[in-house]
Nanobody
Framework: EVQLVESGGGSVQAGGSMRLSCTTTVSRLSRYCMGWVRQAPGKEREGVAAIYTDSQTTFYANSVKGRFTISRDDTGTTRYLQLNDLKPEDTAMYYC????????????????WGQGLQVTVSS
């Protein structure tokens, strides 16, 4: 059962921008909190951003604060991650996530995961 469908990603030069999208096919997953997690080669998974569905309160990892923006559409079923001023260290597989294990916050423990999008930033 596909629950989180992602699109976007690709290759960009440092300083560039791109937008990732994630649509949930299961309504309960969009009710509370959704986010994005990334994993670079040889590194552990890292929470990047999260958003409360109702209040649209957002959270960001310090490493991306001021450069990335998480948002949702009016239906609440699609999430976006706008990536600006990209750096080579942002290169990673980015996963859309939902249904956190615990609080809606920057973390890597979620119950629902997308298939992942590769983001590659060249210097």
């Amino acid at each position: 059962e596909v629950q989180l469908v992602e699109s976007g990603g690709g290759s960009v030069q440092a300083g560039g921008s791109m937008r990732l999208s994630c649509t949930t096919t299961v309504s309960r997953l969009s009710r509370y909190c959704m986010g994005w997690v990334r994993q670079a080669p040889g590194k552990e998974r890292e929470g990047v951003a999260a958003i409360y569905t109702d209040s649209q309160t957002t959270f960001y990892a310090n490493s991306v604060k001021g450069r990335f923006t998480i948002s949702r559409d009016d239906t609440g079923t699609t999430r976006y991650l706008q990536l600006n001023d990209l750096k080579p260290e942002d290169t990673a597989m980015y996963y859309c996530v939902a249904d956190p294990q615990g609080l809606c916050e920057i973390q890597a423990d979620w119950n629902a995961w997308g298939q992942g999008l590769q983001v590659t930033v060249s210097s």
